[in-house]
């Protein structure tokens, strides 16, 4: 009820459709069609009543059981040339008679509006404050460029004057039919709509109307869409890797809301904005708990490196669903899914997916082909993630520059890279060498290297899915444990920076240089691994345990 009105609800349903068969029983995101509108009425603070009008007898058990009255249509009433008007009339008088009472408001809902909100409806219901409405209708913003057609003269004619963007034309609205209220006294079985109407302007989502298999398959998009907060760290110490990680994978999720969160970091900041997702900046876990409680997500992924119990906890507690990459923290035993494709974990943890399979490339290098090798090697490439603290890139710079090497050297740093102008300037004069940082095009500069340079860190599957000769040098203890370095996926691994020696680089680097057939070998190994469909088996084990996970809740 509202300001003393009795509202009552009709949801008209007849059994046949014409362009999507025993549309209303049919499974919608595993609802039938008719469930939404009568639990969009149902869930209304406003609402008395709800029924369903249908000469259907399978509409009508559905309907009983998710809790609404039922009117079943007379023969008269359920052919297709019966006007609507007529129907709702019939439901009301009818519904009014079983009740002993009249209504004050009658609300028609035709149930092919399925992503209608309650609120929208209690929005709708709230117009009849104003005793000078006497009837609201659910519409669409509908401006642009539209025709018509004259059947006397058999021509086509412009519905506007003048052309116009859409942002200049004048407002134009489109009924969608979710909505039509009107006041008791103006529904009769010629009409349910008054001289005085305001209008209820749905979202475009809302207004989706279910008329055919394409309209279905949309909508089951729309209800199958999760609320996702990406929560990332970038920072010249790690370099922006972490965030192209995430770009990469909500890229590919174009069914579902996004809202990257964030540290204060304006490089990582430069690129949300160039890739157009939404993203918020927080400082500190008080203000990052206060976003996720503002955007309410169903999913929140961790890309932050090692996440403490405390961070978990509190992410758990509100009832998220959590996924976290490269964790080897003391809380990535409370997410739901780890991921990781570098590090070894655990296995036993039931939670861990590890290895290659999981590494998800940025979607530059899908268009890249596969590395040719050839005879001679005309281009070296350098190249270490992050701050680069030992300055490596300078170190093996100068190490191939003192061999009878005399082709391209090119080296690419991370932003953090310090005192950059001073290696600039170092090889400023020498033609063969160019150093560059924080490429956007990464994917060019290793498909034309002949032979890579590069630490033991995800640089190596890229590197892999081209098929280059890579040569890798682990910058810490942690790059150690990285398995996938090894010979049988092409890669030479030269262990700890610590412990290999000038003269061992340069012997090795020399024998690659050489002998083309070792790289021809190494390419083989390398091309034959699968390392395009990473977000494919990401994207199963989330679908997979996020079912599970909805099934405990």
Known sequence: MFNNNKILVVIPAKGTSKRIPRKYVRLLNNKPLIYYSIDIAKSSQYVDDVVVTTDDFEISSISEKLGSSVIRRSVELSGDDVPLEAVVYDSMIQKEKLTFDEYDIVITMMPTSPLLKTETLDLAIE??????????????EDKQLSWGYDENNKRYFPNYIERLSDEELPLSFRETGAVIASRRGLINESSIIGNHVDIINLSHEESVTVDDYDDWWVVEKYLQKKKVAIVVNDNDEIGNRHVNNCLSIASKLVDHEFLFILNEDESGQDLLT???????????????????????????????????????????????????????????EFADVVFDSLYEHDLSANNVYSGQKFYVLNDEFYFQPQKVITQDVNNVLIMFEGKDSKHLAETFTDLILSTNYENRINGIVDRGYENIDQLISKYEFNPSVQIYQNVSNVSDFIFKAD????????????????????????????????????????????????????????NQFLELVEHSDLRIEMNKKMTSIDLKHGFENINAVIQEEYRNFVMKN
């Open 274 to 332: 160039k890739s157009g997702f939404n993203f918020k900046v927080y400082d500190g876990d008080d203000e990052l708990m206060g976003i996720l409680d503002e955007f309410d997500p169903h999913i929140v992924i961790n890309d932050i490196l090692n996440t403490s119990v405390e961070y978990m906890s509190k992410l758990k507690s509100r009832g998220y669903f959590v996924v976290n990459f490269d964790d080897l923290g003391d809380g990535a």
């Open 451 to 506: 032979i890579l340079i590069t630490s033991a860190c995800k640089t190596m599957y890229d590197a892999c899915s081209l098929g280059i000769p890579t040569i890798c040098v682990c910058q810490d203890d942690l790059e150690t444990t990285h398995v996938f370095a090894n010979n049988s996926n092409g890669i030479i691994n030269m262990g700890h920076i610590e412990s290999l020696t000038k003269q061992d680089f340069i």
């Open 127 to 140: 117009k009849f404050e104003d005793f000078n409405v006497e009837s609201v209708v659910s519409v669409v």
